[in-house]
């Protein structure tokens, strides 16, 4: 069957700008993960869903970052007024449950370049 | 905070050989489990192996094994007949908090190189 997905693959934007990054996770999985892969750098969490709900958003950074999940599928992460240092891999994986025993599958993740 | 430690940056290694990635962590959790992603130049991490923790045999999965040394809080990852598909970032992951918290910590990963 279809793997999470990630849309867009490559994303350049300005300094300041607004940008949505987009995961459709493997059909039925409830739970839903976002991370940030800096370069030579594992992933660090951001956030959790459960499935409409925020679970857990410890790892957001700041305010200006943002994610949802309105129907329990398809999730957007957002960031308002990109910055330089917002330049990384963005990863989305998926779970059929929660749980810290279940294998999460991941995307391809979102490359994010503010210029 | 949960700390995962990989202190290989990187490792090369012929085609055929053995090759072991080592990795420590932090956890004040009694049971949980470890992992081990690989990341290719396509960037879709795969999981590779898992291992729970109260488990005292090893994981196995065809050529990759772990040394799971749970005194230690250490989980390292062998490979054996190594291939050259095997090339790429190699992340070892631990449950990022206890208490129900969700996710996982990654350390930095070791970049194995298989040559020819």
């Known amino acids: 069957g279809a793997g999470v997905s990630q849309t867009p693959s490559n994303k350049v934007t300005e300094k300041g700008k607004y940008v949505e990054l987009r995961c459709d996770p493997i059909?039925?999985?409830?739970?839903l993960y976002w991370y940030r892969q800096s370069l030579g750098q594992g992933p660090e969490f951001l956030i959790y869903?459960?499935?409409?709900?925020?679970?857990?958003d410890s790892g957001l950074p700041n305010d200006r970052f943002f994610a949802v999940r309105p129907e329990g599928s398809v999730s957007t992460l957002k960031i308002q007024r990109t910055e330089r240092g917002d330049s990384a891999v963005y990863l989305c994986?998926?779970?059929?449950?929660?749980?810290?025993?279940?294998?999460?599958?991941f995307g391809p993740g979102t490359r994010l370049t503010v210029l | 905070a949960q700390t995962v430690t990989q202190s290989q940056p990187e490792m090369s290694v012929q085609e055929a050989e053995t090759v072991t990635l080592s990795c420590t962590y932090d956890?004040?959790?009694?049971?949980?489990?470890l992992f081990w992603y690989k990341q290719p130049p396509s960037r879709q991490m795969i999981l590779v192996i898992r291992?729970?923790?109260?488990?005292?045999q090893n994981a196995t999965e065809n050529r990759f094994s772990v040394n799971f040394q749970k005194a230690a809080k250490s989980f390292s990852l062998k490979i054996s007949d190594s291939q050259l598909g095997d090339t790429a970032m190699y992340f070892c992951?631990?449950?990022?908090?206890?208490?129900?918290?969700?996710?996982?910590?990654f350390g930095k990963g070791t970049h194995l190189i298989i040559q020819p």
């Open positions: 994986a998926s779970s059929p449950t929660s749980g810290d025993y279940n294998e999460q599958f």
């Open positions: 059909s039925g999985h409830t739970a």
């Open positions: 869903f459960q499935g409409t709900g925020a679970a857990d």
């Open positions: 956890t004040s959790e009694s049971n949980y489990y």
């Open positions: 291992q729970e923790a109260y488990k005292q």
């Open positions: 992951a631990s449950p990022r908090a206890g208490g129900g918290a969700d996710g996982l910590t």
